[in-house]
């Protein structure tokens, strides 16, 4: 990259204790918690002289991470952050969305799709069921179910609720960075569609977003904390309160819906990635 930043990918609960994600990302790239383990690798760079380009590695589903990385951005000491930058998200529930629907067409059209992830809290659960949903919708598969590995339904439960319905075989679509092993269930097959991600696309996204925070900062010295602080402003609690109750926000923020549009299972332009 021409700034010659140093990748810090920071993880949630999307990359489990983050094993797998660490093996697709490669040595090149530091792969961390947020948090202390955050603050520690930078500060590790810095000693060494360099400078970071810090990825908040959601798919789409934990905006809380991103605004928690921000916050720990925010509170460091100048001199400790001075050049650090925060790039935007490595995904969004649209690209999450898409890459579900890419992996969903490697599956037998009589299988049943089981979207797998691990458990985030309740709001990044629903989530995974509004996009599995979704998946459904601009789909063929006559099935396709949600199970959550430390949640509920789990993952075995989620193959025997195929099973009740009447799926033989089921493919399991994982909405994250690892991939979940399938417990065995009597009288159904289950075979998985491989990653959410390749590490051909992750790389590849990596530097997408790396790239775009150094052409901000190069722009208008603009190090993507602040943006980053407002990422959960419509997630969770800010937004369960009925009409006519609680604050009264007037709906000035701006209302985003995903819709895949019907130009191809997972196609995605260079702009959305």
Do not use: N
Not at 112 to 132: K, S
């Amino acid at each position: 990259m021409a700034d010659c930043r140093r990748v810090v990918a920071v993880y949630g609960h999307e990359a489990g204790d983050g094993r797998a994600l660490r093996d697709f990302a490669g040595p090149d790239v530091l792969v961390v918690p947020g948090g202390r383990e955050l603050i520690r690798a930078l500060a590790g760079l810095r000693r060494s002289g360099e400078e970071a380009c810090v990825v908040p590695m959601t798919l789409g589903r934990d905006p809380e991470l991103v605004a928690d990385t921000a916050r720990t951005l925010r509170a460091l000491p100048a001199g400790q952050t001075s050049g650090t930058l925060l790039a935007q998200p490595f995904g969004t529930a649209r690209h999450l969305i898409a890459w579900l629907r890419a992996a969903a067409l490697r599956a037998p059209k009589t299988s049943a799709l089981l979207v797998t992830a691990p458990t985030g809290g309740l709001y990044d659960d629903a989530e995974l069921h509004r996009i599995a949903r979704l998946v459904h919708g601009y789909g063929s598969h006559r099935l396709v179910e949600v199970a959550l590995t430390g949640g509920d339904p789990d993952l075995a439960e989620g193959i025997r609720r195929c099973g009740l319905l009447g799926a033989s075989r089921v493919t399991l679509l994982p909405a994250a960075f690892q991939l979940p092993e399938a417990p065995g269930v009597p009288g159904v097959e289950v075979t998985s569609a491989g990653p959410t991600v390749s590490r051909a696309a992750l790389a590849r996204v990596l530097a997408e977003r790396v790239a775009e925070a150094g052409l901000r900062w190069s722009r208008g010295r603009d190090d993507g904390i602040a943006t980053g602080l407002t990422a959960a402003d419509d997630h969770g609690h800010a937004h369960t309160h009925p009409p006519g109750e609680g604050h009264d926000h007037g709906h000035s923020h701006p209302h985003t819906h995903d819709h895949p549009h019907g130009h191809g299972t997972g196609h995605l332009t260079r702009s959305t990635v």
